[in-house]
Each structure stands twice: as C-alpha cells, then as structure tokens.
C-alpha cells in the first residue's frame, strides 16, 4: 500500500503530461527539470520504460548522481543561468522533443531554448513562480508547442498504472512519516531535501 500511494498521482500526471498531451514517442530525447521531485521522477519513470532518451536537471549534484543510478542517461547541474547550450551539446545542437517542466518562471528561458524544432513543453507546475517571459520568435519560427496538463482521466489512469500493476515500475520513496509527524514532512519538502515522495503514515 505504501509503493501504491507513492505511484498513483504522479505517475498518472507525468503519463498526461508525455503521452496524451506531448504525444511522445520511443526513441525522442526527454528533458525533465527539478529532478528529485516526485511527479520529475515518475516522468523518468515512464521515460525509460517508454524506450526514450533522457536529460534530467537539479541544482543538486547529488540529486544528478541519484538520477543516474535510476537510469538518467545525463544530467545537467542548475547554477541559476541559462543551460540551454549543455542540452544542446549533449543532443549533438539537435535540442529535446519533449520537455517535462514544473519549476516555472526559473528555468522556462532554458526550456524554449533546449527544444528542438516542433518540439513540446508540458508544464503542470510553476514552483518558482508563474510570470516566465518567453521568447515569442523562437517559439513561432521553431514550431513548438507548449501545453498545460493536470493529473488524468480514469482511463489514463488505468494505462499509466498498469505498468505498476504488472510490477514493470515502482515508485521512488523518500521517506514514509507518522502523519502525526506530518510538519517533519512539510519541513523536508520545503527545504527541498527529498528525492522522491514523501509518504504519510495515517494507520
């Protein structure tokens, strides 16, 4: 019941967000930002499981270390300006297909400049804020997409936890707290300490 708690929302938001919304596709490159969270890991999740290849970004080294050991094949440390050129270093100046977004304002320059042409943006989240200033001329010349998604339909539901059902995928778990300790909870996630989710105990 633990890994079921920890799988079901996430997995479901991050299968929307890839799948129905960005139409992605075995083979394309995936960038996912703010790993460690737990919808950016079930996106990594589904990504590998999918047959995609995948760049995934932290302000935390360790949490890029982490990332690896799950099957991340690079990562890209966040120092706060554009990184934009590493991704497209990486992907040999081609850019990403997809991008799973949900820090927001912080990191959505680097976004529009790390797709390649016709590529999507899919956000369901703005942890460090809602006013992103885009860049308009890239965004039209290139073709991209970027389109909002929030968790999923019964049926998506279903699609994205059968993986979990046939033991296919589990979840990433940070830590599992007495809900009388919920405050300890909210503290670890604040200070963004957590990788993976964060489970509450209510029996």
Not at 6 to 20: D, E, I, K, P, Q
Not at 34 to 59: D, E, K
Request: charged share 20%.
């Amino acid at each position: 019941p633990i890994k079921a708690a920890a799988y079901g929302l996430t997995h479901l938001t991050a299968w929307r967000m890839m799948v129905t919304r960005a139409g992605l596709q075995p083979g394309q490159w995936v960038l996912i930002t703010g790993i460690g969270g737990g919808l950016a890991l079930a996106a990594l999740n589904l990504a590998r499981h999918l047959g995609c290849r995948t760049i995934v970004t932290s302000r935390h080294q360790w949490k890029l270390d982490r990332a690896r050991e799950l099957g991340a094949d690079h990562g890209i440390v966040d120092t706060g300006t554009c990184w934009a050129d590493q991704v497209r270093s990486i992907t040999s100046k081609r850019g990403v297909d997809v991008c799973v977004e949900s820090v927001g304002q912080a990191v959505h320059g680097s976004v529009i400049k790390s797709l390649t042409r016709g590529g999507v943006m899919t956000t369901c989240g703005c942890t460090t804020g809602p006013a992103a200033e885009t860049d308009l001329m890239r965004i039209f010349w290139n073709q991209l997409s970027i389109v909002g998604s929030t968790m999923g339909d019964m049926d998506e539901f279903r699609q994205a936890t059968s993986f979990f059902r046939s033991g296919s995928l589990e979840p990433t778990i940070d830590c599992v707290i007495d809900a009388a300790d919920g405050v300890q909870a909210w503290s670890r996630l604040e200070a963004g300490d957590q990788f993976g989710k964060i489970v509450l105990n209510w029996s």
